[in-house]
C-alpha cells in the first residue's frame, strides 16, 4: 500500500458542485502539504499544515479550503468547482524535523470541471 | 520575485549522457532538489544540494554553485526509463519550497 493515498484518483464534475479530494498517511509525518499541477507551470502549493491545529494558505489558496482532521488526514475542498479548476492535484507530506524539506508525495487526484 | 528556469525538453540517446540545467533567483536559499516525475505519476526524490559541489548517487549526480545560483542534474548511462520530467525546486528563506516548470526528458534508442 502507498505511504500516502489520495482518494478520489479521478473526478470529472460540473461548474458549480463541491468537491473534496481526500488524503491520509502513514509515514507519520507532522507536516503535509496539497500542491496543484498544470501543464507548462511548476506545482504550485494551495495549502499546508504543520500539525493538526496549524493551517496556512500558498501561493493560490482562493476558491480553495482544507480541512487537517487528524495528523494522518487532510482534505482539500472546492466549495463551488469552476473550469480552470482543472488540474491533477497532489497531496504530499514531510518530516519537519529534518527540515530538508523533502516532500512525499501520493499519486494524485486527476480533476475535471466542465 | 521568485524565479526558477529549466529548460522546457531536452532528447537524448540511449547510452550517453545528459546535463539538465536549473538557474534561480530566490528569496534566501536552504538547499536545492532534484525531483524525477514520469508522466502521469507522483514526483519522486532525486538529490538534495546545499552546500556547492557535486553529490553522486549512481547513476545520476546533481551540482550546485550557491554564487552563480545554479545546478544541473547530470544523467550516465541513459536508459529507457530515464524518459521522464525532471523537476528542480528550491528551498528558500522560509522554508517554501519553489518550483521549476519542469524539463521533460526524452529518451531514443
Redesign the interface.
Known sequence: DADVTQTPRNRITKTGKRIMLECSQTKGHDRMYWYRQDP??????IYYSFDVKDINKGEISDGYSVSRQAQAKFSLSLESAIPNQTALY?CATSDGRR??????????SRLTVL | GQN?DQP?EMTATEGAIVQINCTYQTSGF??L?W?QQHA??????LS?NVLDGLEEKGRFSSFLSRSKGYSYLLLKELQMKDSASY?C?V?DSN????????TKLIIKP
Do not use: S, V
Not at chain 1, 527540515?99 to 494524485?108: K, N, P, R, V
Open positions: 507548462g507551470l511548476g506545482l504550485r502549493l497532489f527540515d530538508t524539506g523533502e516532500l512525499f508525495f501520493g499519486e494524485g | 526558477i522546457t536552504n538547499g532538489f525531483y502521469g505519476e507522483a514526483p519522486t526524490f538534495y523537476l525546486a528551498l522554508y517554501q519550497l519553489i518550483w521549476g516548470a519542469g
